[in-house]
RNA sequence: GGAGGGGUGGGUGAGUGGUUGAAACCGCCGGUCUUGAAAACCGGAAGGCCGCAAGGUCUCGCGGGUUCGAAUCCCGCCCCCUCCGCCA
């Protein structure tokens, strides 16, 4: 959510920016609701402390054997005057909160502008797409014929969208989980932590999903409980509703979770194979910085991320992505795409983002600069690290040998008890 | 699911419907003393909103109600604890 105090007095450079994001998005309920808040505030807070005074009064005069009916009745109609005022002014509040609500973070100088992924900018790659003497084969081949990867038993379990993993398939994606997780707490420092998989609407609402994405989710009912669309929502709740002090900043969790997206509205794209899945495991990385420093922060968050696919072995580049592909929250974010030699195409395994203050303010999440001073909003960062799902996908596709079979990166083997190649069983 | 108890500031914990935004203690910050520290003593310190400021206003789990006035009374909800039932 949007500072309400920057806005009225930055108000065209909000809109600008807004502008960058979505041609035509009007800021200018906000200088009218605004408006008329502080007007209604104002005499409404006038009115209450007239009563203030005269209810003390009223206690004194009450003691000194006073009559004071008529100061009474006049208090009476000054508090029938505050309500109609304060319905007025719940009116507009409710009015001017739900539209600022709606607006998304303020994209930062340096995300380019654009319409669509054309638009997003290479910044550097790393490694080379890899060469073969066959036609390399996608995983949605390769892992059935390996017999460690089974679409169709999953369907008829569950349905569409749903995969069920086998073997040394289902080893497979649990050693990359565990190396993803010893690499981050081991050698960058997170704090590992394992959160409920399910979610309050508040939890969604201070990350920024609720209300507006609403559609994306899955909703445990009757509890009005939601599945995690990532662990960025539970993990970042963490600190909701906190005061910070300055010294334990920055504060950085790494989490394994599934996540559960409806994926509405993705029909007909990537119905084949794991890349879109209604369920997927993440490894997720969240970091809490001071304002001053969120930037370094995320080039740190996003080097972390790269040196899983680093130590994997997998070609990959890392794109900034522009006004049009920015989530809801976010202000700046970097996606690691990874190269996947049977689809000849880059695709993305992990977004790390900046969100500035946005979701600190929605979640309540601030920091005391120093002993003594106001509390402060801080910044929230997220990063995969990795997708496991789409890691797994990766490796398949670029290890593949002529034989069918698969071999298994070197950083990985300490995970799979030494096993160097995964062959049809 | 059933029965009972409870939610107050960073923590523990008082609080009679009327200068109680809130005692006391612990912890924290500053000072005095000390070569330095500890101890002792003195002082300071909740958060949001409106305002240049002075100041005002709101907040004692959340929402509503009674009242001139609610942390205190009433109603609903949420959460925590204990016991019973069920269960990995």
Request: net charge negative; glycine share 8%; charged share 30%.
């Given at each position: 959510?949007l500072d309400l105090a920057y806005v009225r007095k930055h108000f065209d450079e909000v809109a600008e920016r807004l502008g ?7 800021v200018?309920?906000l200088r009218?609701?605004d ?68 607006l998304?973070n303020l994209p930062?100088a ?246 500035e ?69």
């Amino acid at each position: 959510m949007l500072d309400l105090a920057y806005v009225r007095k930055h108000f065209d450079e909000v809109a600008e920016r807004l502008g960058r994001r979505e041609p035509g998005l009007s800021v200018e309920p906000l200088r009218e609701g605004d408006a008329r808040r502080r007007e209604l505030l104002v005499e409404v807070e006038r009115l209450k402390q007239r009563r203030n005074e005269a209810s003390r009064d009223i206690g004194r005069r009450i003691k000194a054997g006073e009559d004071v009916a008529g100061l009474k009745q006049e208090m009476r109609e000054v508090g029938d005057r505050i309500g109609a005022l304060e319905q007025e002014l719940a009116e507009v509040e409710q009015r001017l909160t739900q539209f600022l609500e709606t607006l998304p973070n303020l994209p930062h100088a340096t995300v380019p502008s654009g319409q669509g992924e054309q638009d997003n900018r290479v910044e550097r790659s790393w490694g080379e797409p890899p060469q073969y003497a066959f036609e390399p084969k996608p995983h949605w081949d390769l892992g059935p014929e390996l017999g460690i990867l089974d679409f169709e038993r999953a369907a008829r379990m569950t349905g569409a969208r749903f995969a069920l993993l086998i073997g040394d398939g289902a080893r497979l994606e649990r050693a990359l989980i565990q190396f993803m997780l010893e690499l981050h707490i081991a050698e960058h420092g997170y704090t590992e932590v394992l959160p409920p998989f399910m979610v309050n609407a508040g939890a969604l609402f201070g990350t920024g999903q609720l209300p507006k994405f609403e559609a994306d989710l899955f909703k445990v009912q009757p509890h009005d409980y939601y599945l995690v669309p990532t662990a960025e929502v539970p993990v970042t709740n963490i600190h909701a509703d906190e005061i910070l002090d300055a010294d334990r900043l920055p504060i950085g969790y790494c989490a394994y979770t599934p996540c559960f997206r409806s994926e509405a509205g993705s029909y007909g794209k990537d119905v084949r194979g794991l890349i879109r899945q209604h369920q997927f495991n993440k490894v997720e990385l969240v970091r809490f910085s001071a304002p001053e420093s969120s930037y370094d922060e995320l080039e740190r968050l996003t080097g972390h991320a790269e040196a899983v696919l680093q130590r994997l072995g997998l070609h990959y580049r890392v794109v900034t992505l522009c006004t049009a592909d920015l989530s809801f929250a976010s202000a700046k974010t970097y996606d690691l795409e990874v190269w996947l030699p049977a689809q000849r195409a880059y695709r993305e395994i992990s977004s790390c983002s900046n969100f500035e203050d946005f979701q600190a303010r929605r979640a309540k999440i601030r920091y005391r600069p120093e002993a003594g001073a106001k509390p402060r909003m801080l910044h929230t960062l997220n990063g995969s690290g990795l997708a496991v799902g789409r890691t797994l996908v990766a490796l398949l596709e670029t290890y593949q040998q002529a034989d069918g079979s698969v071999i298994v990166p070197e950083a990985l083997r300490p995970h799979l008890g030494g096993q160097e190649r995964i062959t049809p069983r």
